[in-house]
Each structure stands twice: as structure tokens, then as C-alpha cells.
């Protein structure tokens, strides 16, 4: 059962347990907090004024370049049904940028909903074409989190630069170990820096204060990947400006027709590490533990 009302503050609020989840309508309806207790996971706009929370944009980048679509990223969202007091639909407004055909005449739809069994927020995104043409587009979720955590996910394969990107951005140092890659943010990492990875549906990450966020989604074959993107995608961000992580995951680049849509879900899961489990790159425990909590 959830705790408190749903509506909070003109927020979406879904807190069971000690886990909490906040979106804002009023701002992209993007989730503007997830926390266990009082310690907060998400980076926060104290970190970087535009650059907090998780938010979602349409792929590949190139249709669209910087800065995201104000339309999708940042705009409000009319919450437009709360559904059994636990579920809330927002819808976005429609994407006005004649230039960029392949975004233009779109719009998405967020709905949050909790699943009591696993103790987890689903979040369904659902792309739809509103224009005349028809538009060939991914969905991707991007999650900013603060620095110094440890970020992983699931490969048989190692990072890869994508074919025909340019330029090239700095390298994230990695590990290769227990059939994970792992990212661990340092001070010196790059600005800029970013991991391209095929993985196996899932993507997780630990903060320094061993709190685990895990992010499941439908695997993605590299064959569906948008062009220049992968399903697994790592930035970091280390300057003056703003030092944070952003955990993004992508679905398949897939074929919208005039009037219809494309759906994708992601499930959230937030813990906090069981002291017999420490946040180190390669570590079993850890990835078995991730692996307990999905199933």
C-alpha cells in the first residue's frame, strides 16, 4: 500500500515502505526525487540547474542536436488521469520545430504507476506521431545521479564507438568483470566523457551512501539500435557547470506511422545495499544481489 496521498505539492508522490518517488508535472514530468529515508539519489538542480532528475528524450540526438526539445525535456506535462489513487498519466505537448522533420508533430505520454509485488515504480513512455509523415525513432531515458557512485550493467561485449559518430567523445574508464562493465566516477574522470554498450536489460547504480537504483527495460539487439546510439549509454559531466552522472538506457529505433504510437517500460527498483555487501567494481555479491532484486 502507498503511503500519504498521491498528490503532494502539485507533485506525484509514491512512497511505500522507506522508498519514495516525486514527478513533476510542471517540469517535463520528469522524476525530480527518488529516495530511501531521507537520502536522496537523484542529482539534484542544486548540482546543475537544468541537468537534475530523470527525464526522457526521443532518439537518435541527431534529430535534434542541443539543446533536448523543450516540448519533451522541460515543458509542463497535464497530468491527465490518477488512476485507482496510485497511478498518474501525464501527457506532453506537441513538438512545434519544423526543421527537425523527424521530431516535429510529436509528443509523449508518461505514466507512473507502482508495482506493489516488487516493491518497484513503472514508468511507461509512449512516443506519438501526431504529424502527417511518418517518423522512425527510439525512446531514451536519462537519469542523472550524483557523482562519485558506481554505475553497471549487464554485457558479453565490451563499450564500442558507434559507426559514423562524430566526434568522438572522451572515453569512461571501465572494468570488465563478473559478465558486467563498470564505470567508477573519480575526480580526474573526463568531462564529456561517454560509454556506447550493448547490454542485457538492465542498468544499475550504487551512491556512495549504498543506495541501488536498477532500471530494467526490454533488451535491445544492436541491429535495432538508432543510429550513433546503444541501448546502454554512460556521460559523465566534470567542470565547474556541474559534476554528475547520467545512467541512460535506449529501446528500438522502430517505424511510427501518422496517428500511432510507440510504447516502452521501464521498472525502477531502489535499495539499500545489505551491509554484507560492499560497492566495489567486480564484485559478485553486488551483481547477484542485482540480479535477486529484477527476478
Known amino acids: ?20 518517488f516525486q514527478v513533476d508535472p510542471l517540469i517535463g514530468g520528469r522524476i525530480v526525487s527518488a529516495r530511501v529515508g531521507s537520502t536522496e539519489l537523484l542529482a539534484t538542480a542544486a548540482m546543475h540547474a537544468q541537468n537534475y ?8 540526438q541527431s534529430d535534434w542536436n542541443w539543446p533536448p526539445l523543450v516540448e519533451i525535456d522541460t515543458a509542463p506535462y497535464v497530468p491527465t488521469a490518477l488512476e485507482a489513487m496510485s497511478s498518474c498519466t501525464m501527457v506532453g505537448a506537441k513538438v512545434n520545430a519544423a526543421a527537425r522533420a523527424n521530431v516535429h508533430e510529436v509528443s ?3 505514466k507512473f504507476a507502482p508495482d506493489f509485488a516488487r516493491q518497484a515504480l513503472v514508468v511507461e513512455y509512449t512516443i506519438r506521431n501526431e504529424g502527417t509523415t511518418p517518423k522512425r525513432l527510439a525512446p531514451w531515458e536519462i537519469t542523472r545521479v550524483a557523482p562519485d557512485g558506481l554505475t553497471f550493467y549487464g554485457a558479453d561485449t565490451p563499450p564500442f564507438v558507434p559507426m559514423m559518430l562524430t566526434p568522438v567523445p572522451p572515453t569512461l574508464p571501465v572494468t570488465n568483470a563478473e559478465g558486467c562493465v563498470w564505470f567508477k566516477y573519480e575526480a580526474n574522470v573526463p568531462h564529456n566523457a561517454k560509454l556506447y554498450g550493448d547490454g542485457k536489460g538492465w542498468i ?13 527495460f526490454p533488451d535491445v539487439q544492436a541491429a535495432q539500435f538508432a543510429p550513433r546510439e546503444a541501448e546502454i549509454e554512460i556521460y559523465a559531466s566534470n567542470n565547474a557547470t556541474g559534476r554528475y552522472v547520467e545512467v541512460e538506457n535506449q529501446g528500438a529505433h522502430a517505424d511510427i506511422a501518422p496517428g500511432q504510437t510507440l510504447s516502452w517500460s521501464v521498472r525502477w527498483y531502489l535499495r539499500a545495499l545489505p551491509a554484507s555487501v560492499t560497492a566495489t567494481a567486480g564484485n559478485a555479491a553486488l551483481v547477484q544481489f542485482v540480479q535477486q532484486t529484477i527476478q
Open 204 to 216: 544499475a547504480h550504487v551512491t556512495p551512501q549504498n543506495l541501488l537504483l536498477v532500471k530494467t
Open 1 to 20: 500500500m502507498l503511503k500519504g496521498p498521491l498528490v503532494r505539492e502539485n507533485k506525484c508522490v509514491w512512497e511505500f515502505g522507506d522508498v519514495l
Open 53 to 60: 532528475g530523470s527525464t526522457f528524450w526521443t532518439s537518435p
Open 108 to 110: 509523449v505520454t508518461k
